[in-house]
């Protein structure tokens, strides 16, 4: 055995949402794994392009805020804040300028517009970005990012922007999978998805790229089709963040990971952290991974390895109510009892 066997561990968790931000998450989850016995752990809030991207991004790196007041997605005007990292790079979260928490609980999905996330990319620009990165999940919006491309007066103007997906929705099915969930109804999903059809063709006359053909163009309401269209790229939510936080390099240091995030369900292992987080585990050949989730769907518990170590908030509470109160005292419990399962094989569990 090495001098310090399996000593050194990773807290790398998405946001609990409802109960705790990823930071928080991560910081939880590192105190357990301490309390455990590991000497030295990192803790690396994650995020896959959604909500949370910000946070995340900055508690990995560092860097700083900036705010701007922006057209909110019904028009009001809205205080939105995006980042600049050490590096020089903007992260925007489109949520923050257009996002369905904005909406005060009534959304208007046929007026909803991106107006302001562009007018957050064009702020990024003027005070000196060169290198976006655009977290395009939450959003309110339906409208294929027509209000920020006309805000960007329908040009990027040379900047290296990076749209970061959370799903590979086609540009043409982005009402119809998300239309309900922003208040659409049956005949205002029909209108979207007509509308959505004939912004395509304008996309492809206007710039020669057809959003229909490219997987991830219907995220946010096809804002990542529009931003395709003005010469953005778009990757993987997960992938993105994880090389801007710099996951590659600590995998390679530690013995177990543990991620998580609030409910674990089967698009959990599609593209989102604890997926994301298991697969470049995995291929970095760490030795144990655990995963903490605050519920989990029925239909995910089959997804799950036999060799991950695996805990659930709710079976420590009383009810999920109880389990979101106390989210991080037993998050860090959990993590806890992971980390001592590594330390103690006696003690039982996968890995």
Same mark, same amino acid.
């Not at 001098?3 to 409802?18: I, V």
């Given at each position: 055995?090495?001098?310090?066997?399996?000593?050194?561990?990773?807290?790398?968790?998405?946001?609990?949402?409802?109960?705790?931000?990823?930071?928080?998450?991560?910081?939880?989850?590192?105190?357990?794994?301490?309390?455990?016995?590991?000497?030295?752990?990192?803790?690396?809030?994650?995020?896959?392009?959604?909500?949370?991207?910000?946070?995340?991004?900055?508690?990995?790196?560092?860097?700083?805020?900036?705010?701007?007041?922006?057209?909110?997605?019904?028009?009001?005007?809205?205080?939105?804040?995006?980042?600049?990292?050490?590096?020089?790079?903007?992260?925007?979260?489109?949520?923050?300028?257009?996002?369905?928490?904005?909406?005060?609980?009534?959304?208007?999905?046929?007026?909803?517009?991106?107006?302001?996330?562009?007018?957050?990319?064009?702020?990024?620009? $003027? =005070?000196?970005? @060169?290198?976006? &990165? #655009? %977290?395009?999940?939450?959003?309110?919006?339906?409208?294929? !990012?027509?209000?920020? *491309?006309?805000?960007?007066?329908?040009?990027?103007?040379?900047?290296?922007?990076?749209?970061?997906?959370?799903?590979?929705?086609?540009?043409?099915?982005?009402?119809?999978?998300?239309?309900?969930?922003?208040?659409?109804?049956?005949?205002?999903?029909?209108?979207?998805?007509?509308?959505?059809?004939?912004?395509?063709?304008?996309?492809?006359?206007?710039?020669?790229?057809?959003?229909?053909?490219?997987?991830?163009?219907?995220?946010?309401?096809?804002?990542?089709?529009?931003?395709?269209?003005?010469?953005?790229?778009?990757?993987?939510?997960?992938?993105?963040?994880?090389?801007?936080?710099?996951?590659?390099?600590?995998?390679?240091?530690?013995?177990?990971?543990?991620?998580?995030?609030?409910?674990?369900? $089967? =698009?959990?292992? @599609?593209?989102? &952290? #604890? %997926?994301?987080?298991?697969?470049?585990?995995?291929?970095? !050949?760490?030795?144990? *991974?655990?995963?903490?989730?605050?519920?989990?769907?029925?239909?995910?518990?089959?997804?799950?390895?036999?060799?991950?170590?695996?805990?659930?908030?709710?079976?420590?509470?009383?009810?999920?109510?109880?389990?979101?109160?106390?989210?991080?005292?037993?998050?860090?419990?959990?993590?806890?009892?992971?980390?001592?399962?590594?330390?103690?094989?006696?003690?039982?569990?996968?890995?």
């Amino acid at each position: 055995m090495s001098e310090r066997p399996e000593r050194a561990a990773l807290a790398c968790p998405d946001k609990f949402r409802g109960s705790l931000t990823a930071p928080e998450a991560a910081r939880a989850t590192a105190a357990g794994l301490q309390r455990a016995g590991f000497t030295s752990v990192h803790a690396l809030p994650l995020a896959d392009g959604g909500e949370g991207t910000l946070d995340a991004l900055l508690a990995a790196r560092g860097g700083r805020r900036r705010s701007v007041r922006v057209t909110g997605p019904l028009g009001d005007p809205v205080d939105a804040e995006y980042g600049v990292l050490p590096d020089g790079t903007a992260v925007i979260e489109m949520a923050q300028a257009s996002g369905l928490a904005l909406t005060g609980g009534t959304n208007f999905p046929l007026d909803a517009t991106t107006k302001g996330t562009g007018e957050l990319i064009a702020a990024a620009a $003027r =005070a000196g970005a @060169e290198r976006l &990165v #655009v %977290g395009v999940g939450g959003s309110a919006t339906t409208d294929g !990012g027509l209000g920020a *491309l006309e805000a960007l007066g329908w040009s990027l103007r040379g900047l290296d922007v990076t749209v970061a997906c959370d799903v590979t929705t086609p540009f043409l099915d982005a009402a119809r999978v998300f239309g309900p969930q922003k208040g659409a109804s049956a005949n205002e999903v029909e209108l979207l998805a007509r509308r959505l059809e004939r912004l395509a063709d304008d996309l492809k006359a206007r710039t020669g790229v057809d959003v229909t053909e490219v997987p991830g163009a219907g995220a946010a309401g096809g804002l990542a089709g529009g931003l395709l269209a003005a010469g953005a790229r778009l990757e993987s939510g997960f992938d993105v963040v994880a090389r801007a936080a710099g996951l590659d390099e600590v995998l390679d240091a530690v013995d177990l990971v543990v991620t998580g995030e609030g409910r674990l369900d $089967r =698009a959990s292992f @599609e593209g989102k &952290v #604890v %997926g994301g987080v298991t697969r470049w585990a995995r291929a970095a !050949g760490v030795a144990h *991974l655990g995963i903490v989730c605050g519920s989990i769907e029925d239909s995910a518990r089959g997804l799950i390895p036999p060799d991950v170590l695996f805990d659930t908030l709710t079976d420590r509470a009383f009810d999920e109510a109880d389990a979101q109160a106390r989210a991080a005292l037993l998050l860090e419990e959990a993590a806890f009892e992971i980390g001592r399962r590594v330390i103690d094989p006696a003690l039982g569990g996968g890995g």
